[in-house]
């Protein structure tokens, strides 16, 4: 729907700081779950590379191939993996992109698609890369038509070739997407082969309900969007979602229980509460069904979304947006990214190496003034986000601050003294000693 990523540049004295760091399961699906989502077991694939390189960023060089990725009976799936710089096998993340064109597999994308250099790729998957990641952009095309398998389909493929990869350590492979992403990341999840079954993922503003997303643009939007240009933008909008569902067999069996019948990776779950284009409710449902396999990151907000008010920071939100200007687009986007790498980071990482994550320390200031304002004055449950710091407190956690002089601290300083600054709590909260024991009680008690 929205693409997140963008294309920023990190400055080489962000570099120079950092080189001196270096359960359960969701209710029971229906019975028609098998034909819902397609394990590949048992298929045996072939990778071709049909092209290959190396990107200097930051000043590293970052070997990438571009692979088309083949299974029988099911469609071509692409990718361009970027390989770890790292001897031996390293974790491994799939970064699912339904929109990006390419060319280099024979496509013709059609008028307004938007094909990026390898250099890109490299760069958006920097934060990963740069903690001894390897990373595989999968290539799902929406462009090229198809429906709800197939786009599953090109995720479980690219999750079975990292499980093959030489340089991949199987038991340490993730997942994200945001959007449509989001979908694909979810559901290839569930659809993960054993041997490449992804060990965390992240979700940023998923549709994970098809029949509650029908319901939405056909019944919804309509009754709530009263200016006939914003109710035509979404007719045109959403017709090709519409036709991409009801291509698919079935699909009013492609629920949330379905889903959680079937997915057993952990997942951060990112949504605001002014999404326009995927209810914010698909996601607080699907967290509640899932009894703790899935946990949330939510973005609230003080009044309800008005659907005729398109024009909001953007489409999926506001999602505490900060500094959407050079250089935190990799890196920041408000929180968002900061607790992205930081999930994925401590699930996948090793216990003895270090993992960097970049913030922004005004950002990080007012994540705690929204955490502190929605519990404590709009009386709304935020525990939730208490897990989130407990992740960036990880002892392996290196904060890096991205705004001069960019500032190094371990995880633990910076959540202390996020607490500290704010004067919220006690001093429990405020020591980087403390603060991680204090937060496995809950948030501090308001005022």
Partial sequence: MDALLKNHSATAAIVMTLSLFMGSGCAESPDDVSRLLLTLIGKEKEVITMGQGSVLHEGASWRYALVELRYPGIDPAYGIWIRPNEDGRNPAVLMANPYDGITWNGDEPPEGSVEYPPAHYVETAYPFLLNGFGVLHLFCRFYAGGNLENDVNDVAAGLRFLAGEPGVDPDRIGIHGASWGGFEALYGAAAAPPEGFPAAGVALYPPSDFPGMVHYINVEIPAEVTDPDTRAWYEVFFQPYLDRIYDTEGWES?????????????????????????????????????????????????????????????????????????????????????????????????????????????????????????????????EWAAARLIDLADPRVVMVELNPPYQVFSGAEAVAKGFSDMAWGTEEYWSHETVDDALASGLPSCP
Avoid at 295 to 310: G, S
Wanted: charged letters at 20%.
């Fill in 254 to 382: 492609w629920t949330s229980e379905a889903l959680c019948g079937r997915l057993a990776t952990p997942f951060l779950v990112i949504h605001d509460e002014w999404d326009m284009l995927v209810p914010f409710d698909q996601s607080v449902d699907l967290v509640s069904e899932a009894g703790g396999l899935l946990e949330p990151l939510f973005f609230l907000q003080k009044t309800d979304l008005d659907m005729n008010a398109f024009g909001t920071d953007w489409g999926h939100g506001q999602l505490r947006l900060n500094h959407p200007e050079e250089p935190y687009g990799p890196y920041v986007y408000g929180m968002l990214y900061t607790f992205l790498t930081s999930y994925l980071g401590v699930r996948l990482g090793y216990p003895d190496r270090a993992l960097l994550v970049g913030y922004d320390g005004e950002a990080l200031n007012d994540f705690y003034g929204y955490l502190r304002e929605f519990k404590c004055t709009e009386h709304r449950d935020m």
